[in-house]
């Protein structure tokens, strides 16, 4: 079979904000798509990716239809979804390095933006929105599982919901290289938070938008200058200000996300305090939503043990006590004691001795 002569596309911010998929994007991002971007056709019937394959490309569906599925171990062929216009597909196994997990095979004749591996990286690092693009549609993908077979609904939204956990993984592993005093900073808070919530005894719902909610936490960050990010100092009092923009940016990014709708909690309010004395919207106590008091506190401890270009980072021990002091205070006494229980094993996850 001849492969389709791949294209350079020549496409202009204006053509490219047409689709949805790129409606909400800066025209530099949509600039930078154009560039890397390659126009491919396939005819009705042919296979664009196949499962099992190797991965090097992914795709968003300018025109046309492409049907996605996924063979069974019985044999059978389950359809995961049909795409149109503004659909894209092929991404997992370009986060995870993988092979092909499902074929692509167009419906009708089909035009298809065609980006490479290492393309689609330079794209997540400077055109993050594009991400979130992503994250939208796999939003939908999720709410949309009713449509299956009941004898496979387990099974595809365990798979999508691990598909949906390691896509916000990348772009927050993206987005923390801006900063490499912090990065590592938001997996390390997700495992406190994730140790924090079952201590407590929380459903496997909760832990699970607890883990997202921690992965995100910061991605109101995305709105702050690297000039601030960067500064190998301690901040001067307007760049304080500009850093408390970032739950309320972090909500405003994720408003639009359906299916990141119940974790939204978890990034405007890991600042309050127990007191009332946070940010920003200065809630106090059990008015604080539970996932915000539980990220708080993981947030709290893994900025005290961590060092930072103008100061070294607490031996555990002491963070420890600084927790203590601040139960009542600072931050939901029930939750410190839950951490109180867990932060031995805590220090084993983490790889540092307890009395470090």
């Known amino acids: 079979m001849t492969r389709p002569n791949p294209l350079r596309l020549g496409a202009s911010a204006p053509a490219l904000r047409k689709m949805d998929f790129f409606s909400g994007m800066p025209d530099e991002h949509l600039a930078l798509v154009a560039r890397v971007a390659r126009r491919r056709r396939f005819r009705a019937g042919q296979v664009v990716i196949e499962e099992n394959s190797a991965a090097d490309t992914f795709f968003i569906i300018r025109t046309g239809r492409v049907r996605i599925t996924k063979r069974l171990e019985t044999g059978e062929e389950m359809l995961l979804a049909e795409e149109g ?69 387990q099974h595809k939204n365990r798979e999508l919901a691990d598909a949906y956990r390691d896509t916000i993984t990348a772009v927050v592993n993206t987005l923390e290289a801006r900063d490499p005093y912090t990065r590592g900073h938001t997996g390390r808070v997700t495992t406190i938070a994730k140790a924090i919530a079952s201590g407590m ?40 200000e500009e850093i408390r923009e970032h739950p309320e940016k972090g909500r405003h990014i994720l408003k639009h996300i ?26 106090a106590g059990a008015d604080i939503p539970l996932p915000g008091r539980i990220i708080s506190v993981a947030d709290a401890f893994d900025a005290m043990t961590s060092d930072r270009p103008y100061r070294r980072g607490m031996q555990f021990a002491r963070a420890v006590a600084e927790l203590r002091r601040g139960a009542g205070k600072q931050f939901d006494p029930k939750v410190v004691r839950a951490f109180l229980g867990v932060w031995r094993k805590l220090a084993r996850l983490l790889k540092r001795p307890p009395e470090d």
Do not use: W
């Open 85 to 153: 216009p503004g659909g894209f597909f092929g991404e997992m196994a370009l986060l995870d390095e993988g092979p092909r997990s499902a074929t692509a095979r167009a419906v009708e004749p089909a035009s298809l933006l065609e980006i490479s591996r290492n393309d689609f990286k330079v794209l997540l690092d400077q055109a993050p929105l594009l991400a979130y693009a992503m994250m939208r549609v796999l939003s939908s993908r999720l709410r949309g599982t009713g449509a299956l077979m009941v004898a496979q609904l």
């Open 258 to 283: 359906a299916y990141l709708e119940k974790v939204i909690p978890c990034v405007l309010h890991h600042h309050e305090r127990y007191d009332g004395g946070g940010y920003p919207q200065h809630l």
């Open 201 to 240: 005894g929380l459903s496997e719902e909760e832990l699970f938008i607890i883990e997202i909610g921690a992965l995100l936490h910061d991605v109101g960050k995305i709105g702050v200058t690297d000039a601030i990010l960067k500064k190998p100092g301690p901040l001067d009092s307007g760049e304080y």
